[in-house]
Each structure stands twice: as structure tokens, then as C-alpha cells.
């Protein structure tokens, strides 16, 4: 069987998080070919030369260029004819105990042009040069073996001509990256003690690295094993003290003694660890590397992932046999917290504190979990708050459900018992703090809409006033329903909790818009406690017909220095004369019909309230309608009843209105925001 090697290496499928994996892959065949050396470990090195190209589509700041070739030059065993023969053998098992899959070079391929060899080496006592290419379209072509007098290791391997795209265009690294990428690539043959000297030399900018001098930086932390069924899995942990612009911790997982792919961000497994951790007063960050045989046998042979599930849930059949990313991740996440249980708990104190901190400036109705540091130690530290809500609310709605469940469960049971009169009375309380946090969210609500109505009281930058509708949309949106408008979107409890009960209510509707009453005026704000007068599409009710039992009229005056007056200069006018024509309106014409012809009875014994809110009310005003019989209250109002007409009118300023408004709910305040 015959397979071109541009079958294989279309196959080969890598993206721009892939850059450096064909250097990686020559980087680790050096490291291997090292080992099989007899050399001193202190005599064994490899040297990587970056040949640069042009500059990016999307310029850096630090304007480096692309990456063009690169050159990995060892003096390991070189391309012997055993290693040779692996070379040209797709697949190759021969060096299979040192990880080699066969597909590295393809690998290669799939972003270079060519992949070029120059091996010294020494075989049976006769020295050799073996010199060839290798590429998609000619395959392997040798151009010389040749014995040599004498000579002395050295492999030259380079890979020519990026011609992969997003590769390229991502390649705009500098020779620290690239480093500290070789680093965590092979950082397992460090942990083990047979890594070579690896440096680095960038011939664009004549800049050296020596990849070795970066891993005096990490200390070797600890080392623990876990178990997955039958599978065994051991963790390296490292860490490295915070410097630079660094800002994560990081999980990576290795296949024969080398990372596979990026790092996964440790926040992701733990966000406990979402920041650096503080030992002894110094920061640190951790790299943790997971070895196992068994993600040997899962890693893909381009090396850049795992033939591994993510989650549980995402498995068709549920089978317990299977390994998932969550299971291994669940363990590496107990153990690390189990080693840094110290800073583990200051994280975790830390988390709840922001968590109540949270609760208390902008989620009340979340009040009940204050005094429970058990349910805020569940939610994950560090999220966004609109993650935190999530979790919240999650939690919340659970937990109430359980009580309602619960409480449920108990009406309809037929035994009782003390066991079960207890556990109620629990759940009982517990639906109570589950109350008070929704009462603590609507009050917030209240709080917030009080402080707005007060702002509009008063004047702004310019001196202006609010006007009237400003003020009255806060109440109740003008030239709407209730038919129209939820509960929630109008505020007459600032006037009267009594009132948002009412059946019909319109706000600056010409009379005639909702009934049969021929008139234009527009109320401000008329409210009745039966519907059926007004049974047409932007009135509702239980009854289409019948007797209005009470009906209420507000009035409401512009805040503003002149516009309290009813005629300029003039106080010689009665408050009720703002409301009583649209009460006679209703009361006198001659059509008590609704729409659709049914009787509407309304008497002079109906209960009339009549609301007049004014900015100030003037002495001269003032004085004027005591002698037409009107009282002041104790709290600052004026009010007159009508008997014959059933008729009670109460006249108050803004400020009288908030006063009545906050007084009534200060209790509450008081209680939930301080």
C-alpha cells in the first residue's frame, strides 16, 4: 500500500494556536535523539536559529516580524539508518518508547515548504553525513551519504518557508515567547532531569536565550498521584513568582513527556485560583502539569489534543468506565485545595465578603443569605455580576422551591406528627426569609423611585423646574391605562397604598376616550374601585354593569414658582374647583350607560375623593378658602367634605406628598438598609 505523503499531510489540521508546533516537534526529536546519546547530560545541547520574514498584516507594537524558518541543531545521535528508516516510514513504531508517533514531521508540512537534514553521525565505527529534503510534493530525496575520516555530532534540521496562513501570521513572536513556549513544552524532561541545554538565537535582532536559564525560575512544588478507575494520573506543580504582565495559572495536560496544546487557565478548574496565590508573602503563579498513561493513549497523533470527552453530560450513554476533562479536573481540583487549604480559606473569606458586600449595595432581595456563609461558599469567587447573579438567583429559586414543595407536601399529607410539626416550622422560617428578600427587592425599587421623585422636586442647575407631566409620569405615565400598564409600572403608592387595588385606571384620558360621556376634559388622574362604567377595550373588570362604589380624582399642579395659580395674581379660588367639574362631569350627564347600553348607576352618595398636589400653597390662597370652609389637617394638608354630594377633597404640596410617602415607608427602610 502506497500513500502520498500529501494525503497524510492534508489530514493534518492545525490552527493559529498550533504556531509553534512543527518547531516543538523538532525541538522534542532533538531532545529524544539526545537521549539515546552516551554524551555527559552537561555536554548534550541543542540550538534553535530564528530566520525572520516580513512583518505582519496586523502590525505590533513591539513590531516584530514573522517567522520564515528555523534551524534546530543538536548533537545528539543524528539520522542513523535505524532512524533514518523511522523517518521514512509513516507511522513509524520504532522509537516508540521515547513517544514518537510517526507524524511529527507531517506535521511539519502542514506550515513549511521543505524540511531539510544535514546528520553526522557514527555508525559501526564509520562516520557518515547524511544529507536529504523532504517535502509534500517530492516526498523524501536524498542528496548525499557520505563517510567522513573523522568527525563529531551534529544534526542541522531545518524548516523552510511558512506557507500556512494563520500560522504565519500569528508567528510575530519573540524569542522570549518562543522560549517560554519550549519551556512549557518540555517541561516534564526538566521535571525529570533529562532535559538538554537548550538556547535560542534570533539572527533578526542578534538576540540569544537560554531556555534552560527560564526554568531556574520555576521551583518544583510538589508531586501527586490520583487514580480514575484504573487509570493513575500524577500532577507536577510548579510555581513561578509573579513578574511581568503574567495573570494566570495554568493546568496542562502531557502526552509521552510533553504538553499537548495551550495551557487550560487554572480559574477554569478552580476560580479560587483565578489570581496568584500568596505563600509566605510572596506571589506566585502556578503551572501544574498532568502526566498519565492513559492521556498517552488518548492524545491525537498531531499531539495538538485528546480523543477525551469535556463533560459527563455530553456522553450519549452514561458510562461509568469513561473518563471525562471534568472527572480529572474535579481531582486536580480537590487536591490543590487540599495543599493550599490556607489560601484556599483566605480566598474563600475573601469571596464571601464581596459576595454580602454584593447583597448588601445592590441585591437586598438576596438578604436572607447574609447570615449564611454555607450557600456563599458554594457560589464560585471572583465572577462577574452578571455571573454572580446567575448563581444567586439559581440558588434562590431552588431553595424556594424546595420550601414550597415541602410546605405543600405537609397540607396535603394526612398524618401529623412532632417530627413533622417541627420540620414545617422550619421550612416556615425559611419561607419567611425568602418573603422578606422579595420585600427587600420591591423596597429597593420604592427607595429608589422616592429619591427620584424628591429630584424632581427640586430645582435643577438652571433654576428650572420639573414639569408637570415629568412629575406626574413618575406616578402614573400619562395617556395610558391600567389596561395598558402592568402593576409594576406605575408607582400610586406614593399617593395612597388603598388606591393600586382600584379596577379602572386612567391617566390624562379625555373622559369621553373610556364612556359614553360626552366630554373633552382630561382628568389627572381618575381611579374607580368598579369598572363597568367604562367596559370598552382600554377598560377591564369582573362586571359590565352595576354600581361605581367609590371613584377618585388627583389633580396634580407643576412644580414651579408660578404655577400653583389658578389665575395670575389672583387668590380669590377655591381648590375644589380644580376637580369638581370632572366629578359633575360624571355625576349629571344625562348618559349612565356603557358601551355596550348596560345601566351604570351613579349617585350623589357614591364616595367622591378628590386629590389636589400643588408646589406651595400661598398665604393669601390659603386664607382665602378658610373662609369657604376649608380646615387645615395636623400634617399640613387642607381638606373639605361635602355631604350632600358625599364628597371628600384634600388639598397637600409635593413635599407634603414625599413627607406622607417616606413616612410610611421608613419602617421598612429602616429595617432592610440599615
Given at each position: 500500500?502506497?500513500?502520498?505523503?500529501?494525503?497524510?499531510?492534508?489530514?493534518?489540521?492545525?490552527?493559529?494556536?498550533?504556531?509553534?508546533?512543527?518547531?516543538?516537534?523538532?525541538?522534542?526529536?532533538?531532545?529524544?535523539?539526545?537521549?539515546?546519546?552516551?554524551?555527559?547530560?552537561?555536554?548534550?545541547?541543542?540550538?534553535?536559529?530564528?530566520?525572520?520574514?516580513?512583518?505582519?498584516?496586523?502590525?505590533?507594537?513591539?513590531?516584530?516580524?514573522?517567522?520564515?524558518?528555523?534551524?534546530?541543531?543538536?548533537?545528539?545521535?543524528?539520522?542513523?539508518?535505524?532512524?533514518?528508516?523511522?523517518?521514512?516510514?509513516?507511522?513509524?513504531?520504532?522509537?516508540?518508547?521515547?513517544?514518537?508517533?510517526?507524524?511529527?514531521r507531517f506535521t511539519v508540512l502542514a506550515a513549511f515548504d521543505e524540511y531539510y537534514v544535514k546528520s553526522r553521525y557514527i555508525e559501526n565505527g564509520q562516520w557518515f553525513l547524511r544529507e536529504f529534503r523532504f517535502t509534500s510534493e517530492n516526498e523524501i530525496e536524498p542528496i548525499a551519504l557520505t563517510e567522513l575520516e573523522t568527525g563529531d555530532f551534529k544534526t542541522v534540521v531545518e524548516i523552510k518557508n511558512c506557507n500556512n496562513p494563520s500560522i504565519l501570521e500569528k508567528s510575530a513572536l519573540s524569542i522570549n515567547q518562543v522560549a517560554e513556549a519550549i519551556m512549557q513544552h518540555c517541561l516534564i524532561y526538566y521535571l525529570s532531569g533529562t532535559l538538554p541545554?537548550?538556547?535560542?538565537?534570533?539572527?533578526?535582532?542578534?538576540?540569544?536565550?537560554?531556555?534552560?536559564?527560564?526554568?531556574?525560575?520555576?521551583?518544583?512544588?510538589?508531586?501527586?498521584?490520583?487514580?480514575?478507575?484504573?487509570?493513575?494520573?500524577?500532577?507536577?506543580?510548579?510555581?513561578?513568582?509573579?513578574?511581568?504582565?503574567?495573570?494566570?495559572?495554568?493546568l496542562y495536560y502531557c502526552a509521552n513527556s510533553r504538553t499537548v496544546g495551550g495551557g487550560r487557565n487554572l480559574k477554569n478548574v478552580n476560580s479560587i485560583f483565578t489570581y496568584p496565590i500568596l505563600l509566605n508573602g510572596v506571589s506566585y503563579f502556578f503551572d501544574i502539569y498532568l502526566v498519565s498513561e492513559y492521556l498517552d493513549n488518548k492524545v491525537f497523533k498531531t499531539r495538538n489534543g485528546f480523543n477525551v470527552p469535556k463533560e459527563k453530560e455530553n456522553l450519549l450513554f452514561n458510562n461509568s468506565e469513561i473518563i471525562t476533562f471534568q472527572d480529572i479536573e474535579e481531582k486536580v481540583s480537590d487536591i490543590l485545595e487540599n495543599e493550599y487549604q490556607t489560601q484556599v480559606k483566605e480566598a474563600k473569606e475573601k469571596s464571601v465578603n464581596e459576595v454580602k458586600e454584593y447583597i448588601i449595595t445592590k441585591a437586598r432581595r438576596y438578604h436572607s443569605f447574609l447570615k449564611n456563609d454555607n450557600i456563599l461558599e458554594t457560589i464560585p469567587p471572583n465572577l462577574p455580576e452578571d455571573k454572580l447573579e446567575e448563581h444567586l438567583y439559581k440558588i434562590a429559586f431552588t431553595a424556594r422551591k424546595n420550601v414550597e414543595h415541602n410546605i405543600e407536601k405537609f397540607i396535603e399529607g394526612k398524618q401529623v406528627s412532632a417530627e413533622a410539626i417541627d420540620s414545617i416550622i422550619a421550612d416556615l422560617k425559611a419561607k419567611t426569609a425568602y418573603d422578606v428578600d422579595s420585600l427587600a427587592d420591591y423596597m429597593t425599587r420604592r427607595k429608589a423611585i422616592l429619591e427620584l421623585f424628591e429630584k424632581f422636586l427640586d430645582a435643577d442647575e438652571n433654576g428650572q423646574y420639573k414639569l408637570e407631566e415629568d412629575v406626574h409620569n413618575i406616578i402614573f405615565p400619562l395617556g395610558l391605562t391600567s389596561n395598558e400598564l402592568d402593576y409594576e409600572n406605575h408607582n400610586l403608592w406614593i399617593l395612597d397604598e388603598r388606591f393600586i387595588t382600584y379596577k379602572f385606571i386612567a391617566s390624562d384620558k379625555a373622559i369621553t376616550s373610556y364612556s359614553q360621556i360626552k366630554s373633552r376634559k382630561e382628568l389627572d388622574l381618575i381611579l374607580l374601585d368598579n369598572p363597568q362604567m367604562f367596559n370598552n377595550p382600554i377598560s377591564f373588570g369582573d362586571k359590565s354593569s352595576g354600581e361605581v362604589n367609590s371613584m377618585v380624582i388627583f389633580e396634580f399642579k407643576r412644580p414651579g414658582d408660578t404655577a400653583h395659580q389658578k389665575n395670575l395674581n389672583d387668590y380669590r379660588w377655591q381648590f375644589s374647583e380644580l376637580v369638581e367639574p370632572y366629578f359633575e362631569e360624571f355625576l349629571y350627564s344625562p348618559i349612565k350607560k356603557n358601551y355596550k347600553g348596560n345601566q351604570v348607576l351613579i349617585k350623589k352618595t357614591t364616595p367622591k375623593f378628590g386629590y389636589i398636589i400643588m408646589d406651595f400653597i400661598p398665604d393669601p390662597l390659603a386664607t382665602y378658602n378658610a373662609d369657604k370652609g376649608w380646615k387645615m389637617t395636623p400634617f399640613g394638608t387642607y381638606f373639605k367634605i361635602e355631604p350632600e354630594t358625599n364628597m371628600h377633597i384634600e388639598v397637600m404640596t409635593f413635599r407634603k406628598l414625599l413627607e406622607f410617602s417616606k413616612n410610611r415607608h421608613n419602617p421598612f427602610f429602616d429595617k432592610l438598609f440599615k
Amino acid at each position: 500500500m502506497i500513500v502520498p505523503v500529501r494525503n497524510i499531510v492534508e489530514q493534518v489540521d492545525l490552527t493559529s494556536d498550533d504556531v509553534l508546533l512543527p518547531l516543538l516537534e523538532c525541538v522534542v526529536n532533538s531532545v529524544i535523539s539526545l537521549q539515546q546519546s552516551e554524551k555527559p547530560s552537561e555536554e548534550k545541547k541543542i540550538q534553535i536559529q530564528i530566520e525572520r520574514g516580513d512583518f505582519p498584516q496586523n502590525l505590533n507594537f513591539e513590531k516584530i516580524k514573522t517567522i520564515s524558518s528555523f534551524k534546530v541543531i543538536d548533537n545528539g545521535v543524528g539520522f542513523t539508518s535505524k532512524n533514518y528508516r523511522s523517518f521514512e516510514t509513516p507511522f513509524s513504531q520504532i522509537n516508540k518508547d521515547f513517544g514518537c508517533k510517526g507524524i511529527g514531521r507531517f506535521t511539519v508540512l502542514a506550515a513549511f515548504d521543505e524540511y531539510y537534514v544535514k546528520s553526522r553521525y557514527i555508525e559501526n565505527g564509520q562516520w557518515f553525513l547524511r544529507e536529504f529534503r523532504f517535502t509534500s510534493e517530492n516526498e523524501i530525496e536524498p542528496i548525499a551519504l557520505t563517510e567522513l575520516e573523522t568527525g563529531d555530532f551534529k544534526t542541522v534540521v531545518e524548516i523552510k518557508n511558512c506557507n500556512n496562513p494563520s500560522i504565519l501570521e500569528k508567528s510575530a513572536l519573540s524569542i522570549n515567547q518562543v522560549a517560554e513556549a519550549i519551556m512549557q513544552h518540555c517541561l516534564i524532561y526538566y521535571l525529570s532531569g533529562t532535559l538538554p541545554r537548550i538556547e535560542i538565537l534570533d539572527e533578526g535582532s542578534n538576540t540569544a536565550e537560554v531556555v534552560n536559564e527560564l526554568f531556574e525560575k520555576v521551583s518544583k512544588e510538589k508531586e501527586r498521584t490520583f487514580q480514575i478507575n484504573k487509570n493513575f494520573f500524577k500532577l507536577y506543580i510548579t510555581k513561578t513568582q509573579k513578574e511581568g504582565n503574567r495573570k494566570n495559572n495554568y493546568l496542562y495536560y502531557c502526552a509521552n513527556s510533553r504538553t499537548v496544546g495551550g495551557g487550560r487557565n487554572l480559574k477554569n478548574v478552580n476560580s479560587i485560583f483565578t489570581y496568584p496565590i500568596l505563600l509566605n508573602g510572596v506571589s506566585y503563579f502556578f503551572d501544574i502539569y498532568l502526566v498519565s498513561e492513559y492521556l498517552d493513549n488518548k492524545v491525537f497523533k498531531t499531539r495538538n489534543g485528546f480523543n477525551v470527552p469535556k463533560e459527563k453530560e455530553n456522553l450519549l450513554f452514561n458510562n461509568s468506565e469513561i473518563i471525562t476533562f471534568q472527572d480529572i479536573e474535579e481531582k486536580v481540583s480537590d487536591i490543590l485545595e487540599n495543599e493550599y487549604q490556607t489560601q484556599v480559606k483566605e480566598a474563600k473569606e475573601k469571596s464571601v465578603n464581596e459576595v454580602k458586600e454584593y447583597i448588601i449595595t445592590k441585591a437586598r432581595r438576596y438578604h436572607s443569605f447574609l447570615k449564611n456563609d454555607n450557600i456563599l461558599e458554594t457560589i464560585p469567587p471572583n465572577l462577574p455580576e452578571d455571573k454572580l447573579e446567575e448563581h444567586l438567583y439559581k440558588i434562590a429559586f431552588t431553595a424556594r422551591k424546595n420550601v414550597e414543595h415541602n410546605i405543600e407536601k405537609f397540607i396535603e399529607g394526612k398524618q401529623v406528627s412532632a417530627e413533622a410539626i417541627d420540620s414545617i416550622i422550619a421550612d416556615l422560617k425559611a419561607k419567611t426569609a425568602y418573603d422578606v428578600d422579595s420585600l427587600a427587592d420591591y423596597m429597593t425599587r420604592r427607595k429608589a423611585i422616592l429619591e427620584l421623585f424628591e429630584k424632581f422636586l427640586d430645582a435643577d442647575e438652571n433654576g428650572q423646574y420639573k414639569l408637570e407631566e415629568d412629575v406626574h409620569n413618575i406616578i402614573f405615565p400619562l395617556g395610558l391605562t391600567s389596561n395598558e400598564l402592568d402593576y409594576e409600572n406605575h408607582n400610586l403608592w406614593i399617593l395612597d397604598e388603598r388606591f393600586i387595588t382600584y379596577k379602572f385606571i386612567a391617566s390624562d384620558k379625555a373622559i369621553t376616550s373610556y364612556s359614553q360621556i360626552k366630554s373633552r376634559k382630561e382628568l389627572d388622574l381618575i381611579l374607580l374601585d368598579n369598572p363597568q362604567m367604562f367596559n370598552n377595550p382600554i377598560s377591564f373588570g369582573d362586571k359590565s354593569s352595576g354600581e361605581v362604589n367609590s371613584m377618585v380624582i388627583f389633580e396634580f399642579k407643576r412644580p414651579g414658582d408660578t404655577a400653583h395659580q389658578k389665575n395670575l395674581n389672583d387668590y380669590r379660588w377655591q381648590f375644589s374647583e380644580l376637580v369638581e367639574p370632572y366629578f359633575e362631569e360624571f355625576l349629571y350627564s344625562p348618559i349612565k350607560k356603557n358601551y355596550k347600553g348596560n345601566q351604570v348607576l351613579i349617585k350623589k352618595t357614591t364616595p367622591k375623593f378628590g386629590y389636589i398636589i400643588m408646589d406651595f400653597i400661598p398665604d393669601p390662597l390659603a386664607t382665602y378658602n378658610a373662609d369657604k370652609g376649608w380646615k387645615m389637617t395636623p400634617f399640613g394638608t387642607y381638606f373639605k367634605i361635602e355631604p350632600e354630594t358625599n364628597m371628600h377633597i384634600e388639598v397637600m404640596t409635593f413635599r407634603k406628598l414625599l413627607e406622607f410617602s417616606k413616612n410610611r415607608h421608613n419602617p421598612f427602610f429602616d429595617k432592610l438598609f440599615k
